[in-house]
Every structure is written in C-alpha cells, then in structure tokens.
C-alpha cells in the first residue's frame, strides 16, 4: 500500500481546544499530528468543511500556538483491546494557516 501523506505524521497524544462560530471553545484529545493537519478525538464529529480554530498549549507556557483549520475527513475506528472490541471516533483537520493567538502581545521584533 503506498503512502499518500504529504508530511511525515509524529504519534504524539495532547490537548487542544477547538474553537468554532456554531458550537463555541471544547477541548478535545489530539493526536498523529504533522505540519498539514491533524486527528482529534471527538465522541460527536463537527460537520466536514467546518472551520476552526485550534489552540495548542505548550507545557509550562502561558502563551498558545493557534491554527486556523478545515474539518477534512470523518474517522470512526474499531479496535481490538485485550480481546474487547473499542471504538473511537473523531476528525481530521487539515491546518490553513498559523495566525497569532488572540489577545497575545505582538512579538518586539514584528512590531516595526
């Protein structure tokens, strides 16, 4: 089966909080993220095309990286666990860009 990713995916699991117009700020269960998108967890997915924004909190940071984001795909697996069927549910977000988190301080350096 060929690879048809365009960006090398990192197993990472992590909170992020989802922001939208329709359904407000829920924080959510990431993971398999690369430089183009990412999976999240999400028990009821948000309909395909749905913009988002995504925040990521770095670990002992105040500050947040933010993404502006598209629902891709839809994701509904079945797994196997210790012998006991599991399923999991959630959606691929493909990132559109990276903007500056809301409320934050400009950087001294972009401010000329």
């Known amino acids: ?8 995916r990192i197993d990472k699991v992590f909170r992020v909080l ?6 407000g700020d829920q924080g959510y269960v990431a993971r398999n993220i690369s430089a183009t998108g990412m999976f999240v967890e999400m028990a009821e997915p948000l ?3 749905t913009k988002v924004i995504v925040r990521f909190t770095l670990a002992n940071e105040d500050a947040a990286i933010c993404a ?5 795909n ?4 079945h797994y196997n666990d210790r012998d006991e ?6 959606v691929g ?7 500056p988190e809301a409320g934050a301080p400009v ?5 000329h």
Do not use: D, K, W
């Open 85 to 90: 069927l599991r399923g999991l549910t959630g």
């Open 47 to 49: 309909p395909l095309n």
């Open 107 to 111: 950087p001294r350096e972009r401010m």
């Open 74 to 77: 839809h994701y509904y697996v």
């Open 18 to 23: 989802i922001s939208t117009e329709e359904f």
């Open 1 to 8: 089966m060929q690879e048809r990713r365009s960006a090398t």
């Open 93 to 99: 977000v493909r990132f559109l860009r990276f903007v």
């Open 68 to 72: 502006l984001a598209r629902v891709q």
